[in-house]
């Protein structure tokens, strides 16, 4: 567990992080949310002596933090930043068991241990262990860099915006992949976001700091039903929360701009272009920006041998959503086909933006939970039942 007492910390007059008190419990990942600037990197960093304490007291596994070596601590914590931090010249299997070569793990160890993780996120080692950084996509290294974090096997994981950088498909599919590492694993850990959404989604309890403060910890579910004061709600957008599905608009919560590439390309340009902008998949538009398909590492993976255009291998029929339809048509289509993100289109198919689930997830979570008054039907019900008409 880690337990923050009454912690402070200044810059000469500038007080970032105020008099924090805060407990994550083993086990539990508490999501620390709040608008640029508030002091959430500032009190992760405290946790791993990157930053000290002006005052007050950290807690890691009952024993107080500022009494340790911070070299000793730190091997007991794994840690995940945003800009990976990969060294370029290093091997994946080497970048993921960087630690371990200080615990002086053997070549053999190292090996075995690389491969198991790699497996964890279903990267298969035979491919992945020898290339370098450059060669993955950004998606695939941020996985290599959680991976790194989990190598060996520390209770304690600081992860700050770990997803931040990501398009909103990869994203998702990070997020996904680190639950289901979680409830495998259980680790404390203290997670840092901006997103709502992803706090939501991802969190056992939320923490939503001010100018260093913490205006409320709580469940998810507590949050939005009992926000604490007006800043919380709008922080939340509880005026969005309380419409209903039928009349929110897709283009209200899409995600504007997603990563693009024209039709036309080659597939190693499209690839370039996924390690550039750290992506698992691009929308495929032609010319005039109308949506073509959608491509991901994958596929790009396997047909590469065949040097084609993206042309050749894109699947020329994408679901899609146009911007004024609502968000209950979006969790429709996304539940009949099974997938997990919904291009937004305007009326000549141009691609305006893009929903996943986890843009969804506030919108809907509302409802779900109020549906006998407000007139709306559990919508993810109604699609089931549409499947199968
Ligand atoms: N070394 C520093 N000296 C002075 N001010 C700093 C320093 N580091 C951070 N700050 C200030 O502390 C505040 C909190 O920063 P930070 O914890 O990085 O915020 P967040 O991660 O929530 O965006 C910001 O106003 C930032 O400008
Ligand atoms: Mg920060």
Not at 86 to 107: H, Q, R, Y
Not at 128 to 153: C, F, H, K, W
Not at 220 to 231: F, H, I, Q, T, W
Not at 360 to 379: K, Q
Request: charged residues 25%; hydrophobic residues 40%; negative net charge.
């Amino acid at each position: 567990m880690i337990k923050f007492e009454n912690v402070t910390k200044k810059y000469g007059d500038l007080t970032v992080v105020d008099n924090l008190t805060l407990e994550v419990d083993k086990g539990n990942l508490v999501a620390l949310i709040g608008a640029s600037g508030c002091g959430k990197t500032t009190t992760l960093k405290m946790v791993n002596r990157i930053i000290e304490p002006t005052s007050g007291n950290i807690f890691v596994n009952e024993e107080n933090i500022l009494r340790q070596d911070p070299v000793q601590l730190r091997r007991g914590i794994g840690y995940v930043i945003q800009q990976i931090g990969l060294f370029p010249n290093m091997t994946i299997a080497e970048n993921i068991t960087v630690v371990g070569k200080l615990l002086s793990w053997n070549k053999a160890h190292s090996r075995e241990r690389a491969e198991e993780l790699l497996h964890m996120v279903e990267m298969d080692p035979a491919l992945y262990m020898n290339r370098y950084p450059n060669e993955l996509s950004g998606g695939q290294q941020q996985r290599i860099g959680v991976l790194r974090a989990l190598a060996t096997d520390p209770e304690i994981i600081l992860m700050d915006e770990p997803f931040g950088a990501l398009d909103p498909i990869t994203r998702e599919q990070l997020q996904n992949e680190f639950i289901n590492l979680q409830t495998r694993l259980h680790k404390t850990i203290l997670f840092v976001t901006h997103d709502m959404d992803e706090a939501i989604k991802m969190a056992d309890s939320i923490v939503l700091m001010r100018d260093g403060k913490i205006v409320q910890a709580a469940a998810a579910e507590e949050m939005l039903r009992n926000p604490a004061d007006d800043y919380v709600a709008s922080f939340i957008g509880m005026d969005r929360r309380l419409r209903s599905p039928d009349e929110v608009l897709v283009e209200e919560i899409m995600i504007p701009d997603p990563v693009t590439i024209e039709s036309s390309r080659g597939l190693a340009e499209a690839q370039e272009r996924m390690r550039k902008r750290r992506v698992d998949s691009l929308m495929v538009v032609d010319q005039n920006g109308v949506l073509v398909g959608i491509i991901t590492i994958k596929d790009i993976q396997r047909n590469m041998a065949k040097g084609s255009r993206i042309s050749d291998i894109v699947n020329s029929a994408p679901t899609f959503v146009l911007e004024g339809a609502s968000v209950r048509e979006a969790v429709y289509a996304m539940s009949q086909e099974g997938i997990g993100y919904l291009p937004v289109v305007d009326d000549k198919q141009r691609l305006k933006g893009l929903i996943t689930r986890s843009s969804l997830v506030s919108v809907l979570s509302d409802v779900l939970w109020n549906s006998p008054d407000n007139g709306v039907e559990n919508p993810e019900k109604e699609a089931v039942e549409g499947e199968s008409r």
